[in-house]
């Protein structure tokens, strides 16, 4: 079973992580996964930058991709999940992650597989955190939100299989992106933070002399 799955789906963990490997990987990417809980705002640029080069997104309305919806509107975005409210109110009511375990078979066996080592038979106890944690501290409400992550994930495999119509949708997140540049962001920065008018001056190079007003190389002169 694992080296029939390795041969289809793999995990690379990318060590020290920076622009030159973002470089490689960010524009190589077909789907975007941003699936922090709503309103932990753990949701930040990186998104941006896979929208930016034609990769759709999956994710919940947190963060970065609420203004990513906004702008590409419902159909070219992949959105699932509670929202804000709806984790406040299921906090108000109590949650308790066992409750959506027992009652989601998909979901039960595949947390007892992780607890009871069928995927590491070399230690069967291995992975036994993984599904206390996801059992007992879910801080994170993984498994109030995973119903609707996998449904979403179903349309996502369909959409995927009609290259047209993913193309189409790469396209508009493309053209959709440009909100997101740093021009307009600093912009927007300089008015209503900094409280300074931007300028479009072009500032010369470092190797550059930059070029004086007329009285002030008199006045060098005159030094």
Known sequence: ??????KKLKIVFLENYRVSLAEKVVPATDLSEQISLAGTEASGTGNMK??????????????????????????NIFIFGMTVDDVNKLHEKGYTSKDYYEKNPEL???????????????????????????LYHDRFCLLADYEAYM??????????????????????????????SSDRTIEQYAREIW??????????APHEVPLMPKDGAEQQKKK
Do not use: H
């Open 50 to 75: 896979f929208m930016l080069n034609g990769a759709l997104t999956i994710g919940t309305l947190d963060g970065a991709n609420v203004e990513m919806k906004d702008e590409v509107g419902d159909d």
């Open 195 to 204: 409280g300074v008018e931007p300028t479009r001056t072009k500032l010369p």
């Open 108 to 134: 039960k066996q595949a947390i007892d597989q992780i607890k009871d080592g069928y995927f590491s038979p070399w230690d069967q106890d291995c992975f036994k955190d993984i599904a206390d944690a996801l």
């Open 1 to 6: 079973m694992i080296q029939s799955l390795a």
């Open 151 to 180: 449904e979403c994930q179903e349309r996502v495999s369909a959409l995927y299989k009609d290259p047209d119509a993913w193309s189409k949708k790469c396209l508009m997140n493309i053209a959709g992106s440009g909100k997101f």
